[in-house]
Protein backbone atom coordinates (compact mmCIF):
# COMPACT_ATOMS: atom_id res chain seq x y z
CA UNK A 1 0.00 0.00 0.00
CA UNK A 2 1.58 3.40 -1.29
CA UNK A 3 0.32 6.76 -1.65
CA UNK A 4 -1.34 5.37 -4.96
CA UNK A 5 -2.60 6.66 -8.13
CA UNK A 6 -6.21 7.89 -7.11
CA UNK A 7 -7.10 11.71 -6.38
CA UNK A 8 -9.62 13.42 -3.78
CA UNK A 9 -12.36 14.68 -6.86
CA UNK A 10 -15.85 13.46 -6.59
CA UNK A 11 -15.14 11.12 -9.55
CA UNK A 12 -12.40 9.04 -7.37
CA UNK A 13 -14.61 9.15 -4.28
CA UNK A 14 -15.85 5.36 -5.61
CA UNK A 15 -12.27 3.81 -6.05
CA UNK A 16 -12.39 1.75 -3.16
CA UNK A 17 -8.97 2.51 -0.99
CA UNK A 18 -6.96 0.47 1.64
CA UNK A 19 -4.86 2.98 3.26
CA UNK A 20 -5.29 3.52 7.34
CA UNK A 21 -7.09 6.98 8.20
CA UNK A 22 -5.34 8.50 11.15
CA UNK A 23 -5.77 11.90 13.09
CA UNK A 24 -4.01 13.57 16.16
CA UNK A 25 -5.92 16.44 17.63
CA UNK A 26 -5.99 18.21 21.18
CA UNK A 27 -8.88 15.94 22.57
CA UNK A 28 -8.93 16.14 26.44
CA UNK A 29 -7.13 12.56 27.43
CA UNK A 30 -9.40 12.93 30.45
CA UNK A 31 -12.58 12.65 28.86
CA UNK A 32 -13.41 16.07 29.75
CA UNK A 33 -13.88 19.01 27.83
CA UNK A 34 -11.42 20.94 27.82
CA UNK A 35 -10.39 19.89 24.36
CA UNK A 36 -7.53 22.22 23.87
CA UNK A 37 -3.65 23.04 24.27
CA UNK A 38 -2.97 25.77 26.86
CA UNK A 39 0.11 27.74 25.21
CA UNK A 40 2.04 30.04 27.47
CA UNK A 41 4.15 33.20 26.09
CA UNK A 42 7.65 31.65 24.97
CA UNK A 43 6.01 28.27 25.04
CA UNK A 44 7.08 25.83 22.08
CA UNK A 45 4.04 23.10 21.92
CA UNK A 46 4.51 19.32 19.65
CA UNK A 47 0.95 19.37 18.26
CA UNK A 48 2.15 16.12 16.19
CA UNK A 49 5.29 13.91 15.53
CA UNK A 50 4.10 11.22 13.27
CA UNK A 51 6.39 7.82 12.49
CA UNK A 52 6.34 6.17 9.34
CA UNK A 53 4.90 6.95 6.17
CA UNK A 54 2.08 9.20 5.60
CA UNK A 55 -0.15 12.00 3.67
CA UNK A 56 -1.50 15.31 5.67
CA UNK A 57 -4.42 16.07 3.89
CA UNK A 58 -6.78 18.13 6.27
CA UNK A 59 -5.61 20.67 9.07
CA UNK A 60 -8.09 22.43 11.47
CA UNK A 61 -7.19 24.82 14.27
CA UNK A 62 -8.30 27.77 15.92
CA UNK A 63 -7.06 29.56 18.87
CA UNK A 64 -8.35 32.47 21.04
CA UNK A 65 -7.06 34.54 24.09
CA UNK A 66 -7.47 32.23 27.70
CA UNK A 67 -8.31 35.99 28.87
CA UNK A 68 -9.91 37.85 26.15
CA UNK A 69 -10.05 40.93 28.06
CA UNK A 70 -10.82 44.10 25.95
CA UNK A 71 -9.55 44.94 22.35
CA UNK A 72 -7.69 47.71 23.79
CA UNK A 73 -6.34 45.95 26.21
CA UNK A 74 -5.75 42.10 24.43
CA UNK A 75 -2.91 41.40 22.21
CA UNK A 76 -4.46 41.68 18.35
CA UNK A 77 -1.30 40.55 16.81
CA UNK A 78 -1.29 36.79 18.19
CA UNK A 79 -1.45 35.08 14.99
CA UNK A 80 1.46 36.99 13.63
CA UNK A 81 3.30 36.02 17.00
CA UNK A 82 2.33 32.15 16.81
CA UNK A 83 4.52 30.24 14.59
CA UNK A 84 4.14 27.24 12.81
CA UNK A 85 6.71 24.89 11.90
CA UNK A 86 6.40 21.52 10.41
CA UNK A 87 9.24 18.95 9.60
CA UNK A 88 9.20 16.06 7.27
CA UNK A 89 11.24 13.15 7.26
CA UNK A 90 13.74 14.06 10.16
CA UNK A 91 15.34 16.66 8.38
CA UNK A 92 17.04 19.08 10.06
CA UNK A 93 15.57 22.29 9.02
CA UNK A 94 11.57 23.16 8.96
CA UNK A 95 9.81 22.81 5.72
CA UNK A 96 7.04 25.01 6.84
CA UNK A 97 8.11 28.19 8.84
CA UNK A 98 5.25 30.95 9.24
CA UNK A 99 3.21 33.03 11.26
CA UNK A 100 -0.19 31.33 11.82
CA UNK A 101 -2.82 33.20 10.71
CA UNK A 102 -0.46 34.07 7.17
CA UNK A 103 -0.17 30.17 6.72
CA UNK A 104 -3.82 30.04 6.69
CA UNK A 105 -4.32 32.62 4.13
CA UNK A 106 -4.61 35.71 5.47
CA UNK A 107 -2.33 38.50 6.71
CA UNK A 108 -1.96 41.51 9.00
CA UNK A 109 -3.11 39.16 12.03
CA UNK A 110 -6.35 39.42 10.79
CA UNK A 111 -9.47 37.35 10.13
CA UNK A 112 -12.21 37.29 8.28
CA UNK A 113 -14.81 34.47 6.24
CA UNK A 114 -13.01 33.38 2.94
CA UNK A 115 -13.38 29.77 0.89
CA UNK A 116 -10.65 28.77 -1.54
CA UNK A 117 -9.71 25.47 -2.52
CA UNK A 118 -6.83 24.77 -0.14
CA UNK A 119 -7.08 27.20 2.11
CA UNK A 120 -10.25 28.72 3.81
CA UNK A 121 -11.26 30.82 7.38
CA UNK A 122 -14.89 29.47 8.29
CA UNK A 123 -17.12 31.08 10.50
CA UNK A 124 -17.42 32.65 13.33
CA UNK A 125 -15.66 35.58 11.92
CA UNK A 126 -12.93 33.74 10.18
CA UNK A 127 -11.26 32.60 13.58
CA UNK A 128 -11.41 28.40 11.91
CA UNK A 129 -8.71 27.71 10.38
CA UNK A 130 -8.84 24.95 7.53
CA UNK A 131 -5.94 23.64 4.91
CA UNK A 132 -6.49 20.63 2.62
CA UNK A 133 -2.93 21.00 0.89
CA UNK A 134 -1.96 17.38 0.30
CA UNK A 135 1.23 16.53 2.54
CA UNK A 136 3.12 13.32 2.02
CA UNK A 137 5.87 12.11 4.02
CA UNK A 138 8.47 9.34 3.99
CA UNK A 139 9.50 8.26 7.94
CA UNK A 140 7.71 11.12 10.09
CA UNK A 141 6.11 14.38 10.23
CA UNK A 142 6.36 16.75 13.38
CA UNK A 143 4.21 19.69 13.73
CA UNK A 144 5.38 22.28 16.48
CA UNK A 145 3.67 25.50 17.45
CA UNK A 146 5.72 28.31 19.14
CA UNK A 147 3.78 31.43 20.71
CA UNK A 148 5.94 34.64 21.10
CA UNK A 149 3.43 36.62 22.93
CA UNK A 150 4.56 38.42 25.81
CA UNK A 151 1.73 38.15 28.14
CA UNK A 152 -1.08 36.13 26.50
CA UNK A 153 -1.87 33.00 27.32
CA UNK A 154 -3.83 31.37 24.56
CA UNK A 155 -6.30 28.23 23.82
CA UNK A 156 -5.42 26.51 20.83
CA UNK A 157 -7.66 23.61 19.13
CA UNK A 158 -6.98 21.51 16.63
CA UNK A 159 -7.23 18.37 13.90
CA UNK A 160 -4.00 16.98 11.67
CA UNK A 161 -5.53 14.61 9.71
CA UNK A 162 -3.52 12.20 7.57
CA UNK A 163 -3.57 8.48 5.97
CA UNK A 164 -1.21 6.02 6.70
CA UNK A 165 0.55 4.37 4.32
CA UNK A 166 3.22 0.86 4.42
CA UNK A 167 5.38 2.86 2.59
CA UNK A 168 4.61 6.08 0.39
CA UNK A 169 6.15 5.63 -3.31
CA UNK A 170 8.61 7.96 -5.52
CA UNK A 171 8.32 10.47 -7.34
CA UNK A 172 6.29 13.11 -4.73
CA UNK A 173 7.87 16.38 -3.34
CA UNK A 174 7.36 17.90 0.15
CA UNK A 175 5.15 20.43 0.84
CA UNK A 176 7.02 23.74 1.88
CA UNK A 177 6.01 27.45 2.91
CA UNK A 178 7.59 30.25 3.70
CA UNK A 179 7.03 34.07 4.71
CA UNK A 180 8.66 36.78 3.79
CA UNK A 181 8.48 41.10 4.43
CA UNK A 182 9.71 43.98 2.90
CA UNK A 183 8.57 47.02 4.97
CA UNK A 184 8.83 49.75 3.52
CA UNK A 185 9.51 48.26 0.06
CA UNK A 186 12.77 49.68 -1.90
CA UNK A 187 10.95 52.19 -3.78
CA UNK A 188 11.43 56.03 -4.64
CA UNK A 189 10.43 59.38 -3.13
CA UNK A 190 7.79 60.81 -5.68
CA UNK A 191 9.37 64.18 -5.61
CA UNK A 192 8.21 66.63 -8.59
CA UNK A 193 6.86 63.65 -10.18
CA UNK A 194 2.86 63.70 -11.83
CA UNK A 195 0.71 61.42 -9.97
CA UNK A 196 0.63 59.69 -13.36
CA UNK A 197 4.09 59.51 -13.93
CA UNK A 198 4.93 58.34 -10.62
CA UNK A 199 1.67 55.75 -10.80
CA UNK A 200 2.40 54.57 -14.44
CA UNK A 201 5.80 55.92 -15.19
CA UNK A 202 9.22 54.55 -15.79
CA UNK A 203 10.48 51.03 -16.92
CA UNK A 204 12.08 47.78 -15.50
CA UNK A 205 14.00 46.03 -17.75
CA UNK A 206 16.15 43.00 -15.43
CA UNK A 207 13.69 42.70 -12.47
CA UNK A 208 15.76 43.24 -9.81
CA UNK A 209 14.50 45.13 -7.62
CA UNK A 210 11.01 43.15 -7.50
CA UNK A 211 9.82 42.40 -4.13
CA UNK A 212 10.76 38.26 -3.75
CA UNK A 213 8.09 36.04 -2.96
CA UNK A 214 10.08 32.46 -3.06
CA UNK A 215 13.48 31.91 -3.90
CA UNK A 216 14.37 28.48 -3.86
CA UNK A 217 16.95 26.11 -5.54
CA UNK A 218 16.54 22.29 -5.88
CA UNK A 219 13.56 20.71 -8.18
CA UNK A 220 10.13 21.06 -7.32
CA UNK A 221 6.68 23.24 -8.37
CA UNK A 222 5.53 26.52 -7.15
CA UNK A 223 1.67 26.32 -6.26
CA UNK A 224 0.82 29.73 -5.42
CA UNK A 225 0.91 32.54 -2.97
CA UNK A 226 -1.21 34.82 -0.42
CA UNK A 227 0.47 38.47 -0.77
CA UNK A 228 -0.29 41.05 1.53
CA UNK A 229 -0.07 45.18 1.30
CA UNK A 230 -0.47 48.01 3.39
CA UNK A 231 -0.40 51.03 1.67
CA UNK A 232 1.93 53.46 3.26
CA UNK A 233 1.32 56.38 0.73
CA UNK A 234 -0.89 59.37 2.73
CA UNK A 235 -2.32 61.19 -0.37
CA UNK A 236 -5.87 62.31 -1.31
CA UNK A 237 -4.61 61.50 -5.25
CA UNK A 238 -5.68 58.37 -6.88
CA UNK A 239 -3.37 55.77 -4.70
CA UNK A 240 -3.93 52.77 -6.72
CA UNK A 241 -0.96 50.30 -5.10
CA UNK A 242 -0.60 47.75 -7.76
CA UNK A 243 0.51 48.18 -11.30
CA UNK A 244 3.26 45.69 -10.68
CA UNK A 245 3.63 43.19 -13.05
CA UNK A 246 4.62 39.34 -11.92
CA UNK A 247 7.80 38.10 -12.76
CA UNK A 248 8.91 34.18 -12.47
CA UNK A 249 12.35 33.25 -12.83
CA UNK A 250 12.59 29.30 -13.88
CA UNK A 251 16.44 27.57 -13.60
CA UNK A 252 18.26 30.91 -13.48
CA UNK A 253 16.91 31.83 -16.76
CA UNK A 254 17.91 35.67 -17.38
CA UNK A 255 15.40 38.52 -18.02
CA UNK A 256 12.78 38.51 -19.16
CA UNK A 257 11.65 35.63 -17.63
CA UNK A 258 9.40 32.66 -18.95
CA UNK A 259 6.44 34.05 -17.16
CA UNK A 260 5.76 37.55 -17.11
CA UNK A 261 2.51 38.99 -16.23
CA UNK A 262 1.19 42.13 -16.97
CA UNK A 263 0.01 44.02 -13.52
CA UNK A 264 -0.66 42.99 -9.67
CA UNK A 265 -4.28 42.63 -9.87
CA UNK A 266 -3.78 40.74 -13.24
CA UNK A 267 -1.36 37.76 -11.75
CA UNK A 268 -4.74 37.74 -8.86
CA UNK A 269 -6.76 37.02 -11.74
CA UNK A 270 -8.59 40.15 -10.69
CA UNK A 271 -8.80 43.45 -12.92
CA UNK A 272 -9.38 47.24 -13.19
CA UNK A 273 -7.71 47.85 -9.70
CA UNK A 274 -9.93 45.86 -7.74
CA UNK A 275 -12.03 47.01 -4.37
CA UNK A 276 -14.13 44.28 -3.80
CA UNK A 277 -14.34 40.89 -1.88
CA UNK A 278 -13.93 38.61 -3.92
CA UNK A 279 -13.06 34.79 -3.12
CA UNK A 280 -13.04 31.91 -5.47
CA UNK A 281 -11.45 28.34 -5.50
CA UNK A 282 -7.93 29.08 -6.74
CA UNK A 283 -7.85 33.28 -6.32
CA UNK A 284 -9.24 35.72 -4.38
CA UNK A 285 -8.70 39.64 -2.72
CA UNK A 286 -10.31 38.74 0.62
CA UNK A 287 -8.96 42.30 2.71
CA UNK A 288 -9.54 44.89 -0.74
CA UNK A 289 -8.29 47.76 1.59
CA UNK A 290 -10.14 51.20 2.42
CA UNK A 291 -11.54 53.75 0.50
CA UNK A 292 -8.58 54.84 -2.01
CA UNK A 293 -7.06 51.52 -1.64
CA UNK A 294 -6.15 52.57 2.24
CA UNK A 295 -5.24 50.43 4.36
CA UNK A 296 -4.68 46.78 4.85
CA UNK A 297 -5.16 44.42 1.42
CA UNK A 298 -4.82 40.53 1.17
CA UNK A 299 -4.88 38.24 -1.69
CA UNK A 300 -4.29 34.68 -2.82
CA UNK A 301 -3.44 33.01 -6.20
CA UNK A 302 -3.13 28.96 -6.08
CA UNK A 303 -1.36 27.35 -9.05
CA UNK A 304 -3.65 24.13 -8.32
CA UNK A 305 -4.39 23.44 -12.14
CA UNK A 306 -1.52 25.18 -13.30
CA UNK A 307 1.66 24.05 -11.35
CA UNK A 308 4.59 25.92 -12.22
CA UNK A 309 7.64 23.13 -12.37
CA UNK A 310 11.62 24.13 -11.64
CA UNK A 311 14.35 21.81 -12.04
CA UNK A 312 17.13 23.32 -10.23
CA UNK A 313 15.43 26.99 -9.25
CA UNK A 314 13.12 29.55 -8.95
CA UNK A 315 12.72 32.67 -8.16
CA UNK A 316 8.90 34.21 -7.92
CA UNK A 317 8.71 38.00 -8.11
CA UNK A 318 6.31 41.12 -8.17
CA UNK A 319 6.92 44.62 -8.98
CA UNK A 320 5.86 47.25 -5.86
CA UNK A 321 4.20 49.60 -8.38
CA UNK A 322 5.32 49.95 -11.86
CA UNK A 323 8.53 49.83 -12.15
CA UNK A 324 9.24 49.31 -8.26
CA UNK A 325 8.35 53.53 -7.20
CA UNK A 326 6.07 52.16 -4.61
CA UNK A 327 7.50 52.25 -1.13
CA UNK A 328 4.02 50.18 0.33
CA UNK A 329 4.22 47.52 3.69
CA UNK A 330 4.40 44.33 1.37
CA UNK A 331 3.97 40.61 3.35
CA UNK A 332 3.74 37.06 1.56
CA UNK A 333 3.63 33.98 2.35
CA UNK A 334 4.80 31.16 -0.58
CA UNK A 335 3.72 27.39 -0.85
CA UNK A 336 5.42 24.86 -2.98
CA UNK A 337 6.88 21.61 -3.13
CA UNK A 338 10.28 19.89 -3.64
CA UNK A 339 12.80 17.36 -2.99
CA UNK A 340 14.42 17.40 0.22
CA UNK A 341 16.58 18.68 1.32
CA UNK A 342 15.70 21.75 0.56
CA UNK A 343 17.94 25.10 1.07
CA UNK A 344 17.31 26.52 4.83
CA UNK A 345 15.40 29.68 5.48
CA UNK A 346 14.55 31.55 8.27
CA UNK A 347 11.48 33.89 9.75
CA UNK A 348 12.29 37.75 11.12
CA UNK A 349 12.16 38.18 14.35
CA UNK A 350 8.74 39.09 16.26
CA UNK A 351 9.14 42.77 16.16
CA UNK A 352 9.72 42.69 12.64
CA UNK A 353 6.37 40.21 11.72
CA UNK A 354 4.02 43.06 13.62
CA UNK A 355 1.41 44.83 11.25
CA UNK A 356 1.96 48.54 10.88
CA UNK A 357 -1.78 49.48 11.47
Given at each position: ???G????????L??????R????????????N???????P???V?????R?????????????P????T?????????????????????????????????????????????????Q???????????????????G???????????E????YY???????D???????R?H???????????????????????????????????????????????????NVT??????????Y??????????G?????S??????ED??????????????????L?L?????W??????????????????????????H?????R????????????EL?????T???????????
Open positions: MTYQYGSSLRDPRLRSHRRRVSSWDRSGGDDRVTVAGETTLADIGAGSVNHIWMTVARDPGPESGDRDFLRKLVLRVFWDDNEHPSVLVPLGDFFGMGHARTANFVSAPLMSPQDGKAFNCWFHMPFGSARFELTSECEEVLWFYIDYDEFELGEGLGFAQWRRETPADGVDQGAMSNAEYLFGGSNLDGAGNYVILEAEGRGHYVGCVLNLRRTSDWNWGEGDDMIFIDEAFPPLHGTGTYFNTAWCPSQSYHAPYHGTPGGENSGQISMYRFHVEDPVPFTTSIKVTIEGHANRQDDLSSVAYWYQPHQPFLPPVGARLPIL
